[in-house]
């Protein structure tokens, strides 16, 4: 049993536990401000569009209820496409909302490594590499003019 704690202390440790973790939290974060983006932004302009009609009752009856003195004797059998439609719009909008989002990490990441770009802080271990591929290149210079 203390083996298996040993494990799990070096486990949570390095980082693996802890990445996860904010993983989570930051998706949950997430997931509550695309939830409101579509349900929020985007779903009125598209149901005025429509001339407000929910797409959350729309279905195709294949079968109508036969109902006979106030008791239910036939179910109703019916395709309810109206939430296929609303998943298909939220999937849409949330998809486009992540794809912005890595667009705009991948941008910032970019310009972080740009050595060159002094307008962002370049991280310590692409500055030492950068140094690092200088000096290799001066080595190299030196070597091929003897």
């Not at 985007?42 to 009752?57: H, Q, R, Y």
């Amino acid at each position: 049993m203390k083996n298996i704690i040993q494990e799990f202390k070096e486990f949570a440790i390095k980082g693996n536990m802890i990445d996860i973790a904010i993983g989570v939290i930051i998706g949950a974060a997430f997931n509550k401000v695309v939830d409101v983006l579509v349900k929020q932004v985007f779903m009125p302009p598209l149901a005025m569009l429509t001339d407000g009609v929910s797409w959350e009752n729309k279905r195709i009856i294949l079968r109508e209820a036969i109902i006979e003195n106030g008791t239910n004797q036939v179910d109703e059998i019916a395709i309810g496409y109206g939430k296929l439609v609303e998943a298909t719009v939220d999937f849409l909008i949330i998809s486009a909302t992540v794809f912005l989002v890595v667009k705009l990490m991948n941008t910032l990441r970019k310009k972080a490594d740009d050595t060159a770009d002094k307008t962002v802080a370049t991280p310590k271990n692409i500055e030492l590499l950068n140094k690092v591929a200088d000096l290799l290149e001066q080595q190299n210079e030196l070597l091929r003019k003897k």
